[in-house]
Nanobody, 124 residues
Framework: QTQLEESGGGSVQAGGSLRLSCAAS????????MGWFRQAPGQEREGIAM???????IYVDSVKGRFTFSKDNGENILYLEMNSLKPEDTAMYYC??????????????????WGQGTQVTVSS
């Protein structure tokens, strides 16, 4: 049985840092694209960082250089280290799993499995 569960969200001031975790139970990394998404109030869900089946990481431009997607192989936990946070990073953050081709689309519709989300709020 597969399950995704995010944690680590919270409230920080601009310039601060947070590390999100996603416990990916039952997933074999070499078989799935794993992605981080976020959705701000009134906006569409957007993909921000993807890890393909080869372990390559792809970032959307708005987070490149500030966010780092990593994976603890031993525990099958995904991390999103977020630095230099901005108020516009405020959103609900989700991890998701999909087929390898999903990684290169960054589209939420290409991912079939989702966690429940964790809220990140950045104040100015």
């Amino acid at each position: 049985q597969t399950q995704l569960e995010e944690s680590g969200g919270g409230s920080v001031q601009a310039g601060g840092s947070l590390r999100l975790s996603c416990a990916a139970s039952g997933y074999i990394a070499s078989n799935y694209c794993m992605g981080w998404f976020r959705q701000a109030p009134g906006q569409e869900r957007e993909g921000i960082a993807m890890r393909d089946i080869y372990g390559d990481i792809i970032y959307v431009d708005s987070v490149k250089g500030r966010f780092t997607f990593s994976k603890d192989n031993g525990e099958n936990i995904l991390y999103l280290e977020m630095n230099s946070l901005k108020p516009e990073d405020t959103a609900m953050y989700y991890c998701a799993a999909g087929n390898d081709g999903s990684c290169y689309t960054f589209l939420p519709t290409a991912f079939g499995d989702w966690g429940q989300g964790t809220q990140v709020t950045v104040s100015s």
